[in-house]
């Protein structure tokens, strides 16, 4: 059974940083994509990171580009997202997610093949 299993959660002041980690186990991961959402309080569930296969590739969203850094471990099955200069408004519950395709509109729609359960970040002001 394919798990994957976010970490790293929790509260921090404004500017601070987190790194969020997801253990992917079940199945090698190493030729799946894998990726970052996230879903704040009253609003729908946005993509926020991509990290391709052998890592060589990657994606964000505006709203985190130059702040937030997706990378993965060698055997491919961990993936973190460092996250820096952080806002009140990147609170949210973060999920870690993979599929086999390459980024494009699978990715930025969400309809992925695995997920995590979430672990809450809070960014105070």
């Known amino acids: 059974q394919v798990q994957l299993v976010e970490s790293g959660g929790g509260l921090v002041q404004a500017g601070g940083s987190l790194r969020l980690s997801c253990a992917a186990s079940?199945?090698?991961?190493?030729?799946?994509?894998m990726g970052w959402f996230r879903q704040a309080p009253g609003k729908e569930r946005e993509f926020v990171a991509y990290?391709?296969?052998?890592?060589?590739?990657?994606r964000y969203a505006d709203s985190v580009k130059g702040r937030f850094t997706i990378s993965r471990d060698r055997a491919g099955n961990t993936v973190y997202l460092q996250m820096s200069s952080l806002k009140p408004e990147d609170t949210a519950v973060y999920y870690c997610?993979?599929?086999?395709?390459?980024?494009?509109?699978?990715?930025?729609?969400?309809?992925?093949?695995?997920w995590g359960q979430g672990t809450l970040v809070t960014v105070s002001s």
């Open positions: 997610a993979s599929d086999q395709a390459r980024y494009g509109v699978t990715w930025t729609g969400g309809a992925l093949e695995h």
């Open positions: 079940g199945r090698a991961f190493n030729d799946y994509s």
């Open positions: 990290i391709s296969w052998s890592g060589s590739t990657t």
